[in-house]
């Protein structure tokens, strides 16, 4: 096993809890009936796949018809975009709005909605990484088939006002879908009191299994299936059904939003902590909003340091962060979403994402904060261009 000691990228993934585990044990064992199967094992399953949608409901404030189960946060926003965009084509309406800063399950899905010949506004997300209702509201027009703006951003933690931009597109008859995988245990949410009529969710996020997610679909709209095949999720969604990791996504869920303020009072605290010696370094900057964040989440740049460099010796300290998301750790482009608030390439490459969980302790973010200063003034001490930074010359990285 990883010799990492430190988890502090929980926005990339998190572990399974024990609850979550000890419910999937029993249906990866001797519970391994196919719920569709008439017999009893069988209906145990269905029984167990029924338990976990009505958990699922409960948590978002919805029906039990109105949960779909998938394999994951990714393919709920494809089948949200992708058939509501096919199902308003038909009533003339091939205009898309969402924001800049997207996670890239939603936007390569646009980009290719747009190479179908949709038309897609991205709204600016300003330098605190959050859109203005008012900029949804200007840009909804009379062909707009679907809103799409996500929850809480996975990079840098800013949380949108959803509810607001809901009362919008209920008043203007525009479908809203959010991409909620990071606000899901974090934030309360009621799908029907912020009028979202659909939002994808991830079990990896909150303690489940890898593999597992989410769509909500408000029952007033007919969504075409996303995978066909059999009768499975009310014949939207073929597929023998993952019971052991539905079931666990069920605890889950119920686990993450009976948590939501305790854990929030937790880690607020150790977010304070870490700003305030965080930002004791020289030319370093906090990313996204100071107050309308998800506490577990922090994103800083540090002028003069590689973030991937950064990485590699906080693993060497056992510690795991991200500089980014992890999709585009590894690549030399700068993230997206740091560009999108305005980050110049060169910073943005500097870039840190912590990422906490209920299991975070303070002897934990002590020991980060111990070791993070020195790494950066080492970085520092053997960059070529931090001389020229202090110096106030300005550059560009080729
Ligand atoms: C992780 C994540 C996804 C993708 O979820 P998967 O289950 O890994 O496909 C989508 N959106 C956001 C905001 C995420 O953080």
Redesign the pocket.
């Known amino acids: 096993m990883p010799n990492t000691k430190i988890y502090l990228d929980n926005?990339a993934t998190t572990k399974i809890s024990d609850s979550v585990l000890n419910a999937m044990l029993p249906w990866l064992k001797e519970g391994y009936g196919n719920p569709s199967s008439i017999y009893t094992l069988g209906r145990e399953a269905a029984v167990a796949l029924n338990t976990a949608r009505s958990q699922v409901a409960k948590a978002l404030g919805c029906d039990d018809n109105e949960v779909y189960f998938t394999s994951?946060?990714?393919?709920s926003?494809n089948w949200a975009l992708i058939n509501t965009a096919k199902m308003m084509a038909a009533k003339g309406k091939k205009h898309i709005i969402s924001t800049a800063f997207e996670?890239h399950?939603i936007l390569h899905t646009l980009q290719a909605l747009e190479k179908d010949g949709f038309e897609v506004t991205y709204l600016p997300v300003y330098d605190n990484g959050i859109v203005k209702v008012e900029d949804v509201k200007a840009a909804i027009r009379e062909d707009t088939a679907l809103v799409t703006i996500?929850y809480a951003n996975?990079e840098i933690g800013t949380i949108q006002p959803i509810p607001e931009i809901g009362e919008i597109c209920k008043s203007k008859g525009v479908i809203f879908h959010t991409?909620a995988?990071?606000a899901i245990g974090n934030v309360h949410i009621n799908v029907k009191e912020q009028n979202i009529d659909m939002l994808?969710l991830?079990g990896?996020?909150i303690h489940a299994q890898k593999g597992v997610?989410v769509l909500y679909v408000n029952k007033k709209y007919r969504l075409a299936p996303y995978i066909n095949g059999g009768a499975q999720e009310r014949g939207k969604r073929a597929g023998t059904e993952n019971i052991p990791a539905i079931v666990g996504l069920g605890v889950a869920i119920t686990e993450a939003v009976a948590g939501i303020d305790a854990k929030n009072e937790k880690l607020k605290k150790f977010q304070d902590k870490i700003i305030d010696a965080v930002m004791k370094i020289d030319r370093v900057h906090l990313n996204g909003d100071r107050e309308k964040r998800l506490a577990g989440n922090l994103n800083f740049s540090f002028e003069g340091v590689e973030g991937e460099s950064l990485l590699l010796q906080l693993d060497l300290q056992g510690i795991a962060a991200s500089s980014g998301s992890a999709c585009t750790s590894g690549s030399l482009d700068p993230s997206h979403v740091l560009l999108a608030i305005g980050l110049p390439h060169e910073v943005a490459h500097g870039s840190l994402r912590i990422s906490m969980s209920e299991y975070t302790t303070e002897e934990e973010i002590d020991r980060l904060l111990e070791v993070l200063p020195v790494i950066i003034e080492r970085l520092r001490s053997m960059s070529p261009l931090w001389e020229h930074i202090i110096k106030g010359e300005t550059f560009k990285i080729q």
């Not at 994951?72 to 393919?75: A, D, H, I, T």
Request: glycine share 12%; aromatic share 0%.
């Open positions: 926005a994951c946060g990714s393919e926003d996670h399950a996500m996975n991409d995988v990071q994808s991830s990896h996020k997610g």
